[in-house]
């Protein structure tokens, strides 16, 4: 046993690619599954969730301006900053979830192979939702998937990191920027990956990840005017119908995949993306 | 003098003589009732309400005021018929059942037609050349997917969500039964559907096609009524998907009343069009095109082409034109197959299109509006254009759903994109001009989900068409138009 004091590491927020402690200036302690001090980690204030969304509309215009084959590489990108530090995020999981050390580095395994399988969707899913259409008449029309906008993402409670996977890169790599609210008691491995775009040449802003306590900020998420979709994933099972009703007041896009099934298909992939199609005349 | 009376004056009358259709052509009973598991029934109240010609205010028949009762037996109806026979009824045959209805809507096209007209008030040149045609189109092209889901790129085997609440508005109303019935019948679903309170008789008409079709009972019950009625139907609980076609506002509701439940949800809502025209426009096209795109159905268009989006350096001569050419649209008897611009649906419509366009003369843009003489009796509104629009004026931000057209104006590409999406909408747009390049970098900029190219106001059965932000969710027509009625 060294004697050497541990510098210990407090987990802050990700919003506009830059690390603040909350505004509010509150952090709370998570614990491991078997109760012992994990880390101290900001609590995000509803202030932080409006500053997010803010950087996340500034972004999103960037992350779909960009060509399909660059988001794909930057994708790409994090996976390859995620398998350099797979240790560190095994340790987290395995913490946080309680699960042998065996178990947390196939979770690894997975949530990386997530993110491939995302990088190479980025200049795949237009053919597969879109296409030509043969209508009657002389012009040549078109639909391609465009992305929502900006998505909010209340992630989900347990899976702390395939489910955050899955929950931020599938709308992600269709286009979209993603406010995520982390998992409440389980939160550093969101921070990881969090930390971990920021060096894989995402435009910041594209993924905002804000710690905290979830039935406090989940509100103010689902009821922004500036949010286009929200995903209900890791809202407990009393408050996703109020929030639901929330996203309804600005037309949102609202996924539970608890209620409308969440089997392994484009589900994820389709649930913020829209449909644009164009006309354009034919003729000499 | 009008630019008309001096035309006159030095040609002669250039007037048409009337060219009337018959409303006989019709044959409408003197009431209906609900259809429901296969047959008309009385409501459980035995209530009955007025569909009157907004032409010229006369009932045209009375149908039933389904109640809550009524609505449970059509939902009772389309359970057994989803359980019993419809899931267990192949694609092959599914599509059969289609392909009759649409035929059966052909055959029956010119009826059709007239019973649209006199309902909703819309030209019948209209309703005999746009939505009649469109709406057995849509079944034949439905018809073809019923057995072929399997390769619609939704994996093998994609299950229908099973009884589906469908209510639709009174714009287009043949036309939009169509849009709702096709897809969900073609993918396995049984429907009730709810017409709109003010235009029920076109879909009452499509229930005897039903029954000609010989489709089984159940499959499709058509249930009239107010907006209790649709209430009903939202909260029902043995209903797993509704779909909606109608105002921004109700649609909210909607969506707030379903958020609590397993109900999937579709929304096609309201709009505020940008039709963008840039100076190298093809003028005479361009012109005709932005006409069609506002008083198209008296402007009783979600995807209307409501705000006008003009490039500055050609702005003065725009706008000419196009008072001139409002000055030619023919307004009045919707059954005269020379009418351009109909009558207004109803009275309430007509109220709320007098109150914005008043609202558009306090806040100080410039009217200008139709000399047209209008009927007496019925609802009428003259084409009307409004310069001198800001931003932040009502008849720019509104939905007016009236012969309405707000004129702004831009300078640079930019500029046109941004004022195009400053809306909470995003259902549809125009652009205009012969620079291939400047359009495709205008329409992948705006945030809409139809965007229409030197052209507007199209549609096919073949094309996706709905919104984006507050103009609704889900897609109608093509393949994507099946997703909203999978379990996908």
Redo the contacts between chains.
């Keep these: 046993m060294s004697d050497r004091l541990d510098v210990r590491k407090t987990y802050k927020l990700l919003i506009n690619g830059a690390f603040p402690r909350s505004e509010s200036g509150r952090s709370y302690e998570v614990t491991s599954a078997k109760g012992d001090f994990l880390a101290n980690v900001a609590q995000g204030s509803r202030k932080d969730l409006r500053d997010a969304v803010v950087a996340a509309r500034a972004a999103q215009a960037k992350w779909w301006g960009a060509t399909a084959y660059n988001r794909g590489q930057v994708l790409y990108r994090l996976a390859e900053m995620a398998e350099s530090r797979r240790d560190e995020l095994a340790d987290h999981v395995a913490l946080s979830e309680g699960v042998s050390k065996k178990a947390s580095q196939t979770t690894v395994s997975t949530s990386i192979d997530r993110i491939v399988w995302y990088a190479g969707w980025t200049d795949k899913i237009a053919q597969?939702?879109g296409?030509t259409?043969?209508?009657?008449?002389p012009?040549f029309?078109f639909?391609i998937p465009v992305p929502?906008?900006v998505v909010g993402v209340l992630c989900a409670q347990d899976d702390s990191l395939v489910g955050f996977v899955d929950a931020v890169f599938a709308p992600i790599c269709v286009g979209n920027a993603v406010v995520a609210i982390a998992s409440e008691r389980r939160p550093t491995p969101a921070a990881l990956i969090g930390e971990m775009t920021t060096s894989s040449d995402f435009p910041a802003g594209v993924l905002n990840v804000v710690t905290g306590i979830t039935d406090e900020l989940a509100p103010t998420l689902a009821s922004h005017e500036d949010i286009?979709g929200i995903d209900l994933t890791g809202a407990s099972i009393e408050t996703a119908?109020e929030l639901?009703?929330a996203?309804?007041?600005?037309?949102k896009?609202?996924r539970r995949p608890n209620?409308?099934?969440n089997e392994h298909?484009?589900?994820g992939l389709?649930a913020f993306v829209?449909?644009?199609?164009?006309?354009?005349?034919i003729g000499q | 003098m009008t630019e008309r009376q001096l035309a006159n004056s030095l040609l002669g009358s250039m007037e048409y003589d009337p060219a009337p259709e018959s409303a006989a052509i019709a044959k409408l009973k003197s009431s209906y009732g609900l259809f429901i598991d296969g047959s008309f029934s009385d409501a459980s109240s035995h209530e009955q309400f007025a569909s009157i010609n907004p032409a010229n205010e006369s009932t045209l028949a009375t149908v039933a005021q389904a109640s809550t009762e009524d609505v449970d037996r059509a939902v009772v109806a389309a359970r057994r018929a989803y359980d019993k026979v419809w899931s267990k009824t192949t694609g092959a045959q599914r599509s059969k059942y289609l392909f009759r209805i649409a035929r059966l809507i052909q055959e029956r096209s010119r009826e059709l037609a007239v019973v649209e007209t006199l309902d909703n008030g819309k030209p019948i040149r209209e309703s005999r050349d746009v939505d009649i045609p469109l709406a057995a189109a849509h079944f034949f092209y439905y018809a073809g997917w019923a057995d072929k889901l399997d390769f619609a790129g939704f994996g093998a085997g994609p299950k229908p969500l099973g009884v589906a609440g469908q209510i639709i508005p009174w714009n287009f109303p043949l036309l939009m039964a169509a849009w709702k019935l096709a897809p969900a019948l073609a993918a396995g679903n049984t429907c009730i559907l709810k017409p709109a309170e003010t235009t029920p008789l076109s879909a009452l008409v499509l229930a005897e096609i039903l029954e000609q079709a010989e489709l089984p009972p159940g499959v499709v019950n058509i249930i009239t009524g107010d907006g209790a009625t649709g209430g009903a139907l939202v909260d029902h609980p043995g209903v797993d998907k509704i779909a909606f076609t109608g105002s921004t506002e109700v649609g909210r509701l909607i969506q707030q009343r379903t958020a609590s439940s397993h109900k999937h949800l579709t929304l096609e809502l309201g709009g505020k069009g940008a039709n963008i025209v840039f100076e190298d426009a093809p003028i005479d096209e361009m012109i005709e095109g932005v006409i069609d795109g506002i008083f198209f159905n008296q402007g009783h268009v979600c995807c209307a082409g409501s705000r006008l989006l003009v490039q500055e350096s050609i702005a003065d001569e725009v706008l000419r034109r196009l008072i001139r050419r409002v000055e030619q649209l023919r307004v009045g008897d919707p059954m005269d197959k020379n009418t351009d611009v109909g009558a207004i649906n109803s009275a309430a419509q007509l109220m709320r299109i007098r109150e914005l366009t008043d609202v558009g003369e306090s806040e100080g843009a410039t009217r200008y509006t139709s000399s047209c003489t209008l009927p007496e009796k019925g609802y009428w509104f003259a084409p009307t254009v409004f310069a001198d629009v800001a931003q932040s004026h009502r008849i720019a931000r509104e939905e007016i759903f009236g012969p309405v057209l707000s004129v702004l104006t831009f300078r640079t590409p930019e500029e046109a994109v941004t004022k195009a999406n400053n809306t909470n909408y995003g259902l549809a747009c125009g652009v205009w001009s012969e620079k291939g390049s400047r359009t495709l970098w205008v329409a992948e900029r705006l945030r809409a989900g139809v965007i229409w190219a030197n052209t507007y106001n199209r549609f096919d059965p073949t094309s996706p068409f709905g919104g984006m932000r507050e103009s609704g969710f889900g897609r109608e027509g093509g393949r994507h138009g099946l997703e909203a009625y999978l379990d996908v």
Excluded: C, K, M, Y
């Excluded at chain 1, 996203?247 to 037309?251: D, K, L, R, T």
């Excluded at chain 1, 829209?274 to 005349?281: A, D, I, K, L």
């Design positions: 597969v939702l296409g259409n043969p209508v009657a008449g012009f029309n639909s929502s906008g286009d119908d639901a009703r996203g309804a007041g600005s037309i896009r609202v209620v409308h099934g298909s484009l589900r389709r829209e449909t644009s199609t164009v006309w354009h005349t």
